[in-house]
């Protein structure tokens, strides 16, 4: 696979465009993004500084991370492969009054001819959608400056995963679409492990990333069986060597 070219599925790519128009309303399909949106920013908070850092958003859909990040002081490039998704993340750009340098690029083409310039890199709900996960952790982490952090959120492939990502939550509650999920694609803690090591990245925390529909809300937790963030770190030259 020519990665820069191919990693996608256009499939995936038309089904969230789809979702576009609706994407910044609160109670919308998108429900449970605006809900889990507040505890992933604070958790990337917590780590990096974000003031006048450079944020590199993977998978921006619609903006809700991205303007986020803004808005806490970064210098924010996002990239997305929808085009309906960054026409709306534009379009809400300009109501907000958030900067947010918004660009149809996949991260594997960006890696190839940007250089290592970001404090920080953000890929959150993306990886499961992709072929070759792997390859856009590579890719992140070419682009992290040493030192720099890249922040993950997935789902694990449990029966847990499978009951409440999609039995709960598209067939019985209907908070998302259905098909927006597929079981065989959600990820392992232990893989992404893997790939991150691979990319020459330490993992430094694994967090448990809980929905609660009752109140429509969310919170980190000890529990990483369903949703799950990752936090992983650049080393610099010296700690490369060592």
Known sequence: MNAAAGNYSQAELDKFDELAQRWWDPNGPQRALHALNPVRLSYVAERAQLRDAAVLDVGCGGGLLSEGLAR????????????????????????????????????????ADAPPAFDAVTCMEMLEHVPDPASVIEACARLLKPGGRL????????????????????????????????????????????????????????SGLMYEPWRNGARLSSRTDVNYLACARKPGPVEARA
């Open 72 to 111: 806490a002081g970064a210098r924010v490039t996002a990239i997305d492969l929808a085009p309906n998704l960054l026409k709306v993340a534009r379009l809400h750009g300009l109501e907000s009054g958030i900067k947010v340098e918004y660009r149809a690029l996949a991260v594997e083409a960006l890696a």
């Open 151 to 206: 922040f993950l959120s997935t789902l694990n492939r449990t029966p847990a995963a499978f009951a409440l990502a999609i039995v709960g939550a598209e067939y019985v509650a209907r908070l998302l679409p259905r098909g927006t999920h597929r079981y065989r694609d959600f990820i392992r803690p232990s893989e992404l492990a893997g790939w991150l090591r691979d990319a020459g990245l330490q993992l430094e925390d694994v």
